[in-house]
Each structure stands twice: as structure tokens, then as C-alpha cells.
């Protein structure tokens, strides 16, 4: 396996420059590496914006914090962080719960970014927060980062339909509300619908369009509406009232006869609502526990529904002799003759997939596609016969093994670790593995290995 590793690894060094890192992002590290405190704060402000009705006049932004009065708060664990340099290139990413303690950078100024997760298009219950905080990195010194504020930066909408209006329909299980923002993204609400709808807030995205459509009291009704003046942050609240002319005979009432006239558009906005939402961050408190760093931290044991008072069994576990999951682990502590690098991964259901991610300024994507490998791959299902190949060159288990294992797989990386050294930096490089079994279940673990570049 050693010489497998070395004949890849050393091959590639021949015509890839050590620790390469991506296109984008080529530091000058002449002026030495400095370290990044990431024991920074994050809150989360969910505060909305008020603004008065189709109002041309510029949204007011509550500055109260979300954290301390919000009825319902964020669990940070999945939130993602990542480190640009000062041209917005990405450099590093992590989760928060999987942050190193103390990474290292080139000399110069960065930003960190969070954000709560990658914001789609259009979505339902999925607020978007995401905050950031400048540092700079000066040879050899801590840097020490502000707290990093998180705003709901989407936009949200809710519908609803006045009891006389829901009323008065003749189909109360068809869409009636359909919201559209740029490139046609659309959601549609039906009578009674209680989620809110969420758009990702772009530069060219100043308007939505409402189009309401129904049979109301045998009467086809149709119009659309124009939301001006949109921006992240705000909650834009439409409540449909229905109208009657009190000039029509009395059986006549509450009938539409001109399109849009019968129907009334409220489009205010809630003010500082807290968010309710079946999204899973949603819980009774702010947890920020779970962190490198945080020794007191322990999972709580899921409970079985039957039985609460007997505790759910995880069928997936990860155990190690040597690597520590919490803390930094020392390259140099590994190899041949020094400590091992295995996890022994169990699945009680066995194997679906074993999806493993490289995160390294050295053991990059550019650079491994150069050696026909790759920062991401799953054991189970490679993407390719040539990275399959070269897996199994690397000690790792074949798909046909892992789909059918009955025992613990054993994730080895023991000769492999060393080799980070060949990036000659100091720097943090972290391996995540994650396990699904063949009924749905599903368990992660990432552990990181910092390497010290050599004096000269």
C-alpha cells in the first residue's frame, strides 16, 4: 500500500506544484502564515423588515436581535463557514460544528462568511441567514475574529385568504396564489396554506409578481399584481379580502363581476415576527455546543417512540485508537512505526454509500484530478472505473466489498497521512466520512490532521 501511495502521490509532485491550491486563489505566503482563532461568536438576528404597503419609500431595517427574542431559534451545527481572500475567492470551508481550532493562512485580508445553508432559488419554510466579518492575518500571531452577525437575507411571503374569500370558493383545494421572482421561480398556495414561501434575494430581483386565480361563487376570477421595491430581509404578507357591492340585489352579494375589483390586496408586512417554521434548526434553544474545542459536549441519546425510557441504539458508529475526533491530530504522530490512521466504520444495516470528503489546501481537487483521484468520492459507488482503480490501489475496500460487508469496514489511511507533509505548509486537513446504510439511516464523522511546514 506504502509503495502505491508514494508512486501516485510523488508522480504528481513532478508536475504539480507543492500545495497547489485552486486557479483562484494562488497567495503569496513570502511574508510568512499568521493563525485564525475560530472561536468567534455567531448569532442569528431574524428580525423582518417593516415597510408600508407597495411603498416606493426604502425598507426600514429592525436592528433588534433575533437571539433574545425570537420565540423559536437556530441550531448553528450545520451552518456553513468559509474563508475568502480579499478578491472573494473561496480558501477554506467547514461546517461550524466542524471548525479547526486554529487554522493557518498566508499573510493577508480575509473575510469569513456564515450562512445557514446554500440558498435555493424558491423554497418552502427555508429562511436564509447569513452574516460576515473581515480579519487580517498577520506572520505568525492569533488573529481574533468578531462576532459574526447572521440576518435572514431571503425573502419570504406568506398568503392569506380571508374567511368570507375562502368561503365563497368553489374549488378550496386548487391553487389559488401563485408568486413568481426572476427566472421563473414560482410557488403556488393553495386555500388555507400555512407555510411561507422563501426566494433567494438577488441584485436583479426588485419586483414580485402575484397572480391570483379562482372560481368564486361560480365566477372565474383573475389578476396580477406587481410587489415593488423587494429586498432580503423582508416578510411580504398578502391577505386576500373578498368585497361585495352593497348595490346588488341581496342573493347577488359577494359575487365578482369586474376582474380585480371584487378582490382586495393587503400587502403589508409583519413586524419582527419570530420565525415558525418545520425547518430542522428550528428548536427550543440556541445550541452552539458540538464544536472543537467544547470537551463537555455529549450527543443526547435519541429515544425510541415506543419506549422513551429506552434509549435508540445508532446503528452506524465510527471508533479509532488513535485519531481523535474532537481535536487536532499531529501529522507527524502517524505512519509507519508510529500511530495508526484506521476508523472502524460499523453498520448494523450495512452499506449504501460511504461518502468521503477531503478538505485541504494541499490534497486539493485541481491536484487530485491531476493523479485521476478526487477531493469527493463514495466507496460504494466511485464515479468512474479509473478512480475506482486508483482507490483500490490506495488500500481502500472495493465497491462490491463495502455493498456487501457483513463486518466493520475499516477506513486506513496510515501510509497516506505522512504524505500530506509533501505540501511542505503548515495547515489543516480534514477528512469527513459519511455513512448511509441500505435503510436510510445515516451518521458522519470528520476528524483533521495538521501538518508543519519544515524550517529551512
Known sequence: MKTNIFSIILSAAATVALGACSDDWNPDSANGYGTLNTEFGVSVDNAETTVADNSAAKAKRLSRAGASKASATVILNDFIVTVEDNKGNEVQAWTYST????????????????RSHNVEPAAWDA?????????????????EVGQVVCHLSNIRVSVKLSEKLLAALDDKTAPVVKITSTGANSLEFVPGEKKSAYFAATAELTTLRVDFSASINGNVESFTKTIDNVEKGQHRKLTFNLTANDNLPPEELGTITNSGEGITIDNSVVEDEPIQSDYPWFEDNLDTTGRPGDENFEDPEPVNPDDPNTPVTQPITFESDNIDFKDVNQVDDFGEGKKSAQVKITSENGFAHINVTIISPYLTADFLEGIELSDKFDLAEPANDTLAEKLTGLGFPDADTVKNATEPILFDITSFVPLINLGKMTADHTFQIEVIDKKGNSNSISFTFHSIKPNK
Open 99 to 114: 471548525l479547526p481550532e486554529l487554522p493557518t493562512f498566508p499573510v493577508g485580508d480575509y473575510k469569513v462568511v456564515v
Open 127 to 143: 429562511p436564509y441567514y447569513e452574516g460576515e466579518q473581515a480579519f487580517s492575518i498577520q506572520a505568525n500571531k492569533i488573529t
